[in-house]
T-cell receptor, first 110, second 113 residues
């Protein structure tokens, strides 16, 4: 099976940098994805890492270390609108389904 | 990308009744996924719906409780049967996109009294 653990909550102030960690245990591994979900909204795709290293997309970056079964999402220049829940996810190799992490609620304060 | 709509967006139901949620995609897709998200929790996959075959249910979810239809490549329904307050959740449908992305509908917020 697949399991992904994340911190339940992270707080930060506007303009700061925050890192949201994800550790996973999987029976097979294709890559790690990240999704953002605002309260009352649908999850939206942020990034995907298939290989080790850092992927940068604007203010957001995502990192993967397959040897450590670990990844993180880095949010820079935080804005109030970044307050949301963030989920890491992996694809189950046998059934093509997406398995989500426990989720991290990010609270950005002025 | 895919645009997904869901109906209803929210509903309040009495225990013992059933609710059918509709999911419409703007393009043809092989698989559609149904998730449940309980308040403050992560997303849990209920089942995968393939057109022309029976849905594949995850552990803990059964067809009698969550019957699914998939009549064509752009549409699916999920029924929540014989509801209890524990079924109060957000129900989301989704489809795969390119590069391991998944697109989600806006969700159906269900409250069971």
């Amino acid at each position: 099976g697949q399991s992904l653990e994340q911190p339940s909550e992270v707080t930060a102030v506007e303009g700061a940098i925050v890192q949201i960690n994800c550790t996973y245990q999987t029976s097979g591994f294709y890559g790690l994805s990240w999704y953002q979900q605002h309260d009352g909204g649908a999850p939206t795709f942020l990034s995907y890492n298939a290989l080790d290293g850092l992927e940068e997309t604007g203010r957001f970056s995502s990192f993967l270390s397959r040897s450590d079964s670990y990844g993180y999402l880095l949010l820079q220049e935080l804005q109030m609108k970044d307050s949301a829940s963030y989920f890491c996810a992996v694809r189950d190799p046998g059934f093509q389904k997406l398995v989500f992490g426990t989720g991290t609620r990010l609270l950005v304060s002025p | 990308s895919a645009v997904i709509s869901q109906k209803p967006s929210r509903d309040i139901c009495q225990r013992g009744t059933s609710l059918t949620i509709q999911c419409q995609v703007d393009s043809q897709v092989t698989m559609m996924f149904w998730y449940r998200q309980q308040p403050g929790q992560s997303l849990t996959l209920i089942a995968t719906a393939n057109q022309g075959s029976e849905a594949t249910y995850e552990s803990g979810f059964v067809i009698d409780k969550f019957p699914i239809s998939r009549p064509n490549l752009t549409f699916s329904t999920l029924t929540v049967s014989n509801m209890s307050p524990e079924d109060s959740s957000i129900y989301l449908c989704s489809v795969d996109g390119a590069e391991d992305t998944q697109y989600f509908g806006p969700g159906t917020r269900l409250t069971v009294l």
